[in-house]
């Protein structure tokens, strides 16, 4: 079993995993429209261009997610985080300091009694991230 984060977006999921896929060192190997669905041609035409599913490939790992169908309330991503676990806390630096652009810190990236380094942030698309680095066993 493996457990996916899939994300749902306000008109801005495109955007947000071409930013991913660059602080994470991804690569984007999934990319599908609303305008390429069945029944398209009953959706409104500035709908088409929307992500109905974008996958990201972060070494074994996969990102995925949607804009919100068109037909639906959109009300943001609340009450969860997407965790990431790095081997090293210099690579966790590196991670929390390109997803933090634009975004709000909400605890900075720094050594914990549980960690050799964890932060916290909103990033500028509205999703919270944790990044933690384990000290060493």
Known sequence: ??????????DTAEAAFTFY?????????????????PGCEQMPAETRDLLIHV????????????????????????GCAVSIQ???AAEGERIFNAL?????????YEKTFWAARFG??????????????????
């Open 86 to 88: 790095v081997d090293t």
């Open 55 to 78: 996958r990201l490939e972060i070494g074994d790992q996969v990102l995925m997610a949607s804009d919100c169908p068109p037909d639906r309330p959109y009300d943001g991503i609340k």
């Open 1 to 10: 079993m493996q457990l996916t984060n899939y994300l749902i977006f306000k």
């Open 120 to 137: 916290m942030l909103v990033d500028k698309f509205g999703v919270p991230w944790m990044i933690n680095c384990e000290k060493d066993q």
């Open 100 to 108: 933090k652009e634009g975004g709000t810190v909400q605890m900075p």
């Open 21 to 37: 896929a660059q602080c994470l060192r991804g690569k984007i190997a999934t990319m599908m429209r609303f305008g390429e669905a």
